[in-house]
């Protein structure tokens, strides 16, 4: 079992896509296991993305994810991170295959309604980042 981190972003949860992007994902046998609606600082959006900070969309990526609300979740499954990224589609909506979420509600490359971790390392960052171990459920045997 693997886990990542997804996050709503903005024009999306604004847009009022929250419930289908939800539906989309416990439809494709990832399995919701923390969840939250929090408006980031810009600041924080600044450190979640540490690894852009060179590039020339950093200012205005963290000025967008820290506009407005985001829901953020920590999804589990088997191959989660891939899965996730394929259901989001290519970060470019002109570039990705119909049928994801990003080709069916993403506004352009920055407002593109989905994050999701790329790598197992990276999700080891960002989901700390977000969720606390007890936030994050983990089915337990039942006692008898
Ligand atoms: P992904 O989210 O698909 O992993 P990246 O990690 O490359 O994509 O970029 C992080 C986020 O930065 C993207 O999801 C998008 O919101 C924004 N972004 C990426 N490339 C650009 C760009 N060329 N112009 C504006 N925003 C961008
Ligand atoms: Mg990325």
Redesign the pocket.
């Known amino acids: 079992m693997e886990r990542t981190l997804a996050i709503i ?1 903005p024009d999306a949860v604004e847009r009022g896509f929250t419930g289908k992007i939800l539906d989309n994902i416990e439809n494709n046998d990832l399995k919701v296991v923390a969840l939250k609606m929090l408006h980031i600082t810009k600041g924080e959006a600044e450190g979640f ?1 540490k ?2 900070a060179q ?3 950093f200012e ?2 963290t000025a ?2 820290s506009s407005g609300v985001v829901v953020s979740a920590v999804l589990e499954g088997e191959n989660a991170i891939k899965k996730w ?1 394929d259901l ?1 589609g ?3 909506p002109k570039d990705a295959t119909s049928g994801t979420i990003r080709k069916e509600f993403a506004i ?5 309604s ?3 971790s ?1 790598s197992p390392e990276t999700a080891s960052y960002e989901i700390p980042y977000f969720f606390s171990s007890l936030e994050i459920f983990s089915r337990r045997p039942t006692q008898t």
């Open positions: 972003k993305y690894v852009h590039r020339p969309f205005s990526l967008y994810m990224r989001m290519a970060t470019n352009d490359i920055e407002k593109n989905v994050h999701g790329d």
